[in-house]
């Protein structure tokens, strides 16, 4: 029996219990080795029964007797009495027959679990029973808790992992000898062994920490791996054209902040190397980040080379070519500007690809099809990722086959990662940040509302659209479900507000389910003020400028992240006009630490901080952190643990150490470095 050996190897498991833990994803023994507790319940701590009290105890003590009898409607009960030597305990269990067989008078247990009240008399309900004389793995310990499926319990999972116990003691090292003697780690066996059945809390720890460190080693070194290799690629030196940025800056209806003066310069000392750039431009939202993509472009087209700008909608796209085409019109460049949408009519698309072809089109704005499209991109010296999509090994692979040599990247993002996520997740790329915004934007007013107060809300807001502004309604689903009674849907809210309190007023409709060119139809109806109001989903949470919108109002906003909820916020207030943001609870209890904290800032950094100590990375960035790199252990919020990771991967990168010569970690880097999308 080994790792790679199916589940039904082990003793217990059949067809039946192995398709059972299948469903949690455990198919061979090392699936089972590697599927950790998600909490545990202390019952380490014995006691005598003379002192227990009320609550979850454990004892050692013999069964004096038991008997099971059948009651009312077919109900089965077993008691017990257990004595040690200061005292008697009474056990009972509900329709558990088997328990006056399972276990024999006069021997002593471990029993476990909770005493409390039941029919006017104290008794310890339903609890864990183990021969003294056995490894207890239920009882007199810290007990694992995993996550469960139906038909498969916590009991079976931990029966099931103590049969495969003296395999786990025969688990490799996976880590180089010198970093878990300089980081004070435990041994590789001996931490999953704790994961399953620690001797106490401190030994728990040590196996949290060891395992924790080793996924995140396994993060950073993958990252400075890729950066490591970037190095050797080659690009396209661009040169900085001071005249030609001067010009630029010249034109523009407004003064750039100091951040997008700072970002521009390091994006242009990126360009003028021959090695690429692969940079992050992460601005909160409205902080103009497309300008500073825009600068950038600049000087590539100057130099003759193209342009890709891919954003993740066809909307936006359509909306990014618009804003460019009016930043470079006043320098001559705005006829060089090309839309390579999937909707375009097919004799549009082959224009646009012969322009590109023959040069005369150096800037091309799309969406991440782009360079799945058939275009010859052979002059591309710079790409720029609008928003969702992570520019991974494959899809650089991808263009630098396509182009024939590696562009700059330029990756740019409303959604402000914390520091902890930047130097792991995003180890491979140099970060620029833009966090203040243009000096004519006043401060978004964000107010938490009680459904009881929703009369006067709608008097508010109907005020905003007599003044001439729109508004956005988001709404957590599209349509009504019975599993979650109180959360409002698009359809349902679309039908109240605009039958009822906003009758007078015209009311637009977009979700996710609608197919693409309606929500464009939709969206563009709303830029061009056909509806006062749009109700919606999150489909509107990326990107979409709206100007003249001043209000958003999201129900049941205690049903989203805190990172979600700063994305919707920034969708208004994107003018001279005063913004207003409305988070209506979905009860009229208190509010949450983390909608008083959304309602009292509007910096984006500091709530993304505080979702992930709250709420984990998954808040930010979607499903990746569970799913695709596969963390179980490591905490994103442990910055001390994250330098330690750090300074070992470059230590050994620096050493030159063959990676080949670690199995599993050499795994698990080539797996890490296949990931690249984080949405």
């Not at 979600?564 to 943001?581: F, N, P």
Request: glycine share 6%; hydrophobic share 40%; with cysteine.
């Amino acid at each position: 029996m080994t790792t790679r050996s199916p589940l039904e190897e082990v003793k217990g498991v059949g067809p039946a219990a192995a398709k059972l833990f299948g469903q949690l994803g455990i198919e061979t023994i090392g699936d089972l080795i590697h599927y950790y507790p998600r909490r545990y319940d202390d019952y380490s701590h014995l006691q005598q029964i003379k002192s227990i009290k009320p609550g979850h105890i454990t004892i050692k003590a013999e069964i004096k007797q038991i008997t099971g009898r059948y009651v009312r409607r077919g109900m089965h009960i077993t008691e017990a009495i257990a004595s040690d030597e200061t005292g008697s305990v009474r056990l009972v269990w509900f329709n558990q027959p088997y328990r006056a067989n399972g276990m024999k008078s006069g021997q002593s247990y471990f029993i476990s679990g909770t005493f409390e009240l039941t029919h006017q008399k104290m008794a310890i309900m339903n609890p864990s029973t183990e021969r003294e004389s056995d490894f207890p793995v239920n009882t007199a310990r810290i007990v694992p808790i995993y996550r469960e499926t139906k038909g498969l319990k916590s009991a079976q999972i931990r029966k099931a992992v103590k049969s495969v116990v003296s395999l786990v003691s025969t688990l490799p090292e996976t880590l180089p000898s010198w970093v878990t003697k300089d980081n004070k780690l435990m041994s590789r066996s001996d931490a999953v062994l704790a994961m399953h059945f620690p001797d106490n809390s401190q030994v728990l720890d040590q196996a949290r920490e060891r395992l924790g460190f080793e996924e995140l080693f396994e993060l950073v070194l993958t990252a400075q791996l890729i950066k490591r290799d970037a190095l050797d690629e080659k690009a396209l030196a661009i040169p900085f054209k001071q005249k030609l940025a001067a010009s630029f800056v010249s034109h523009l209806p407004f003064k750039l902040t100091d951040d997008q003066k700072r970002t521009v310069w390091q994006i242009y000392q990126d360009m003028q190397r021959e090695s690429p750039m692969n940079r992050l431009v992460e601005g909160d939202v409205g902080s103009g980040k497309t300008v500073v993509a825009t600068m950038a472009a600049l000087m590539a087209m100057e130099q003759g080379y193209q342009v890709a700008f891919m954003a993740p909608t066809e909307l936006l796209a359509r909306q990014h070519a618009e804003t460019i085409y009016n930043l470079l019109e006043p320098l001559g460049y705005a006829a060089q500007v090309s839309l390579l949408v999937g909707s375009m009519k097919p004799r549009q698309k082959e224009q646009a690809r012969d322009h590109i072809k023959s040069g005369r089109v150096r800037f091309i704005v799309g969406t991440h099809a782009l360079i799945q499209e058939k275009v010859d991109m052979h002059k591309l010296g710079l790409v720029i990722i609008d928003e969702q999509h992570r520019f991974g090994v494959e899809q650089r692979t991808k263009l630098q086959t396509k182009a024939g040599h590696m562009p700059h990247v330029l990756s740019m993002t409303a959604t402000p990662i914390p520091r902890s996520l930047a130097l792991t997740v995003y180890g491979e790329l140099d970060i620029s940040i833009i966090a203040s915004k243009p000096k004519d934007r006043l401060p978004i007013k964000t107010t938490l509302i009680s459904p009881n107060s929703r009369a006067e809300l709608y008097e508010r807001v109907d005020e905003q659209i007599s003044a001439g502004r729109q508004v956005f309604v988001v709404c957590p689903l599209v349509k009504e479900s019975l599993a979650l009674a109180k959360t409002k849907s698009a359809q349902e809210v679309h039908k109240t507000i605009s039958q009822g309190p906003f009758k007078h007023r015209k009311v637009g409709l977009l979700h996710g389910q609608m197919k693409g060119e309606d929500k464009a139809k939709v969206m563009q109806a709303f830029l061009d003020r056909e509806y006062d109001i749009l109700v919606a989903t999150t489909v509107i949470e990326v990107g979409v400028d709206v100007p003249n919108a001043t209000v958003m109002m999201i129900e049941n906003a205690d049903r989203f992240g805190l990172a979600q909820l700063h994305q919707l916020r920034g969708r208004v207030g994107r003018s001279q006009h005063q913004g207003y943001c409305y988070a209506i609870l979905s009860d009229s209890q208190a509010p949450s630490k983390r909608l008083r904290a959304f309602a009292q800032t509007t910096d984006g950094f500091r709530l993304s901080e505080l979702d992930l100590e709250l709420r984990g990375p998954g808040a930010i960035y979607g499903t990746f952190q569970h799913g695709q790199l596969d963390l179980r252990i490591a905490r994103f919020t442990d910055t001390k643990q994250i330098s330690l990771a750090r300074n070992a991967a470059r230590r050994f990168i620096e050493s030159h150490e063959s990676l080949l010569q670690y199995k599993y970690l050499a795994a698990r880097v080539h797996k890490l470095r296949a990931i690249t999308t984080l949405n």
